[in-house]
């Protein structure tokens, strides 16, 4: 029997204290589960949301209702951030996420800098805020989790990402200058998303994965600027779960090295094993998501009891939903998380 | 300078990023007289190869393997012009594209990279292709090979269906279907009916060839 109330659950969790059985979660942004099931069961819709509070948090709220996730995930996308930087946003359809239609530089060198508060003064960021608020003020005891994309991923949806790429090794001293002025605009965001209500940051950077970045350049930018956003998170009074993309193994000795409260992971990706490498980090994740949009509920329901088995910290999908997984699937994976 | 290790010397400047001694040594070709093709299959594609080699192995990641197809460019920039056009052979020809509703295209440029390297004509499509698109641009370009990425999984049900379109137009057999990128597995591309997976950008041009040679490999079948 539940204990704890899924906030408090979520939060000991990220400390490191005893809870009665791991939370079930899904942080939104990257990682959000605004399905069409449940657009369909309520009618609060997306691509509407991306810029309406009311319907940002109602979705949310809804989500969390049907889904049976034990968090509220604002916002459902990771174009608030490049948008206010100045790229172009498509805002895609109702089964399909909004995206970069074209990043505003095509290089570092290019980059006309803005004030550091032109994030948190943008329109999209003005209604991830509202949002957040109403959606705290509805359910004290759901923890709202505030979604940032990443100081990598941001940039190069900000600075066409085949060039920023190579300018990390070739333009190292205006990379850095870029991608720190992209980090103080990310405090700033997480600022007002702790100040509204939101009780965790989840911090997601699929550029900023061992694979496309191998282990140099993941130890001079990842790290680095993660870790600033992070402790400057920190310094709010608030934890921050980060998720890592992709597979680990050029990058697995930095994430020690992170100053994250929670890792998580992909799903190619074996957490017993990271675990048993690194036993005082709290591991996060990482049910497929492709068995969630495709598995057979029998197949869902072990690989949910595998994860509780091997001692997961906090229990949640791997990466980004597909729209069209099926409400019921999502439901078995809760359901199974919270029957322990 | 011997004409091999002019080659050597170029293929390393590949390897190291260095695209002013590229740029050098593909203009010293030229003076040398040495035929521009020769030069480019055998020094700059062979420093290419070598850098996805190391791609492969995780000794080279995807800012290095950029650099060394800047560098390649460079010289294949000096030599373009004086190709005779008759020592051109392709080994096929390839369309490829990042499924609709993923604008992430970084796997997918080091795909095109590496088969036109590996001597393949390449169609790029370009990101957030609907899959009606790659099928009618496929059979307009005569391609052998559909190479879908994405590095979403919210976009992989886009790969099925461009196999389910080339199934309902009675032409999956003119084509090879061979799928990459993040979230995909093999298995994935086994469940969709795709004929081929790459596991990334160097694997992507040996599944090809293999394709095209031999329809049962490619899976692992």
């Not at chain 1, 994309?149 to 066409?160: F, H, I, N």
């Not at chain 2, 040398?32 to 995780?58: V, W």
Request: include cysteine.
């Amino acid at each position: 029997m539940d204990v704890l109330s899924p906030k408090e659950r979520l939060l000991r969790s990220l400390k490191g204290e005893a809870v009665e059985r791991a939370p079930v979660i899904c942080p939104g942004g990257m990682m959000n589960s605004a399905i069409v099931d449940v657009m369909k069961n309520h009618g609060n819709v997306l691509p509407d949301g991306h810029r309406d509070s009311k319907i940002m948090a109602d979705l949310a709220l809804d989500v969390q209702a049907d889904t049976g996730f034990e968090n509220v995930g604002i916002p459902f996308c990771m174009t608030v951030e490049a948008e206010a930087l100045g790229s172009d946003i498509d805002f895609g359809t109702l089964k399909c996420e909004p995206k970069i239609a074209k990043e505003i530089f095509p290089s570092v060198k290019d980059v006309i800098y803005k004030e550091d508060d032109a994030l948190v003064k943008s329109d999209r960021a003005g209604t991830v805020f509202q949002a957040i608020y109403n959606a705290a003020g509805h359910s004290p005891d759901i923890p709202v989790i505030g979604s940032i994309t990443g100081p990598l991923s941001t940039a190069a949806s900000v600075v066409d990402p085949m060039n920023f790429l190579k300018e990390l090794r070739k333009v190292k001293d205006e990379s850095h200058r870029f991608v720190d002025y992209v980090t103080n605009q990310l405090i700033g965001y997480a600022q007002h998303m702790v100040d509204n209500g939101a009780s965790v940051i989840s911090i997601a950077d699929p550029t900023a994965t061992g694979e496309i970045l191998g282990p140099k350049m993941f130890g001079d930018y990842a790290v680095v600027y993660i870790n600033k956003l992070v402790d400057a998170i920190h310094e709010m009074g608030v934890p921050v779960i980060v998720h890592i993309c992709g597979r680990m193994q050029a990058v697995t000795q930095h994430i020690a090295n992170l100053h994250a409260d929670a890792i998580s992971v992909d799903a190619l990706v074996s957490l017993k094993k990271l675990k048993e490498e690194y036993p005082h980090l709290t591991t996060m994740g990482n049910l497929s998501t492709f068995l969630l949009e495709f598995g057979e509920t029998p197949n869902i329901q072990r690989s949910t009891e595998q994860l509780i088995q091997d001692e997961i910290n906090i229990l949640a999908p791997a990466c980004g939903l597909s729209t069209s997984t099926p409400l019921q699937n999502i439901q078995t994976f809760t359901g199974v998380a919270k029957a322990v | 300078m011997e004409k091999e290790e002019l080659f050597r010397q170029i293929a390393d400047a590949v390897v190291e990023m260095e695209e002013d001694t590229v740029e050098e040594l593909a203009q010293q070709s030229l003076e040398d007289g040495i035929d521009a093709y020769e030069t480019i299959d055998s020094g700059l594609a062979k420093g290419m190869e070598r850098a996805g080699q190391l791609f492969d192995e995780e000794e080279y990641f995807v800012p290095e393997l950029l650099m060394c197809s800047d560098a390649m460019n460079v010289g294949i920039d000096v030599l373009k012009p004086h190709l005779k056009s008759e020592n051109v052979s392709k080994k096929g020809k390839v369309v490829i594209g990042v499924v609709e509703g993923d604008t992430h295209d970084i796997g997918k440029n080091l795909v095109r990279l590496m088969m036109e390297t590996g001597g393949f004509e390449v169609l790029d499509l370009g990101r957030d292709i609907p899959p009606a698109e790659f099928v009618s641009k496929a059979e307009e370009y005569g391609a052998d090979i559909i190479g879908i990425a994405t590095l979403m999984t919210t976009t992989m049900p886009g790969m099925k269906e461009v196999v389910d379109i080339l199934a309902d137009k009675g032409i999956r057999d003119k084509f090879k279907v061979i799928v990459g990128g993040g979230p995909i597995s093999p298995a994935f591309a086994k469940k969709i009916g795709a004929d081929g997976y790459a596991r990334n950008a160097a694997d992507a041009v040996k599944v090809a060839e293999k394709l095209l040679s031999n329809t049962d490999l490619a899976l692992g079948a």
